[in-house]
């Protein structure tokens, strides 16, 4: 699949999305917004792809919105933002059975069908480090640097940052990355749990292969899916929702090949061959 501003492959069961614009530091444009939602909708509609990983091309994730643009928006006003940066870009219709809070214009990576696992490469700013929130895991180079840049720009906490960040970081630290909008390196990020690993820079990408090729090899698509929908869904349900929830799902999981599978490789003491089925 041929991108202008993105990079998309797919090997052993392994989706690599890559933003490609190593010359700005992969800076966000309108044509990025598209190609990385199509590289997503990919990924989600094919069967031979269990796990989704993002990142940037050269030493940086994600610098946020280009500059240009928001130059352009300081002296013309919003009117001047092309939409896919100021957000107006159409909700994901990609996964039906996700509430409409997943199908946003940026939330819509919780309703990818997969795990989407966040390789933060370099900075990743503003909107760059929105990205990285609505993946399901973030690793880290040690040399990655993760502000939400927003309050020194005079803007607000955008794209549902002020909802997904307490979530993943508690409230304290997250009023204290918005206030401040400083910037974190890979070690205190891990501390506050805005990342889940920290790799050293010469050997980041080998530890996220291995990490994903674990996943793609020896659980259950059919679980993943699952199990990621009833989390997400699961920050909007009362209790007794998501144990009802959990009761149905049991009962269709116990009904799958993948449960079957489940059960007889472990009781063969052979590798697993799951099919999401």
């Not at 990743?124 to 993946?135: D, E, I, P, R």
């Not at 974190?184 to 749990?193: C, H, R, T």
Request: charged share 20%.
């Amino acid at each position: 699949m041929a991108f202008e501003e993105v990079l998309y492959t797919v090997s052993d069961h392994i989706a690599w999305v890559t933003l490609n614009r190593p010359d700005r530091l992969n800076a966000w444009t309108p044509v990025m917004a598209g190609e990385v939602r199509a590289a997503m909708d990919a990924a989600a509609g094919d069967d031979e792809v269990r796990v989704v990983v993002l990142t940037g091309a050269g030493r940086g994730f994600c610098s946020g919105a280009d500059m240009a643009e928001l130059q352009s928006a300081a002296e013309h006003g919003p009117t001047a933002v092309p939409q896919a940066v100021i957000g107006e870009q159409a909700d994901y219709a990609g996964n039906p059975e996700m509430r409409p809070d997943f199908l946003k214009r940026y939330s819509y990576f919780p309703s990818i069908p997969k795990p989407v696992i966040a390789a933060v490469n370099g900075p990743a700013a503003g909107l760059g480090l929105v990205l990285t929130l609505f993946c399901d895991l973030r690793f880290a180079s040690e040399k990655a640097r993760f502000t939400t840049a927003f309050a020194r720009r005079g803007l607000i906490a955008e794209y549902g940052l002020a909802w997904i960040l307490p979530r993943i970081v508690g409230l304290p630290n997250a009023l204290d990355l918005l206030f401040s909008a400083r910037a974190v390196d890979a070690q205190e990020a891990l501390g506050m749990g805005l990342v889940q690993r920290v790799f050293p820079e010469e050997g980041m990408m080998e530890g996220v292969k291995a990490y994903v090729a674990e996943l793609a090899a020896s659980v259950s698509p059919r679980s993943m899916a699952v199990m990621k929908r009833q989390v997400y869904e699961g920050q909007l349900h009362s209790l007794a929702e998501a144990l009802e929830i959990a009761d149905r799902e049991m009962l269709l999981s116990i009904e799958s090949a993948d449960f079957k599978e489940g059960v007889a490789h472990f009781m063969e003491k052979r590798p697993s061959r799951f099919t999401g089925k």
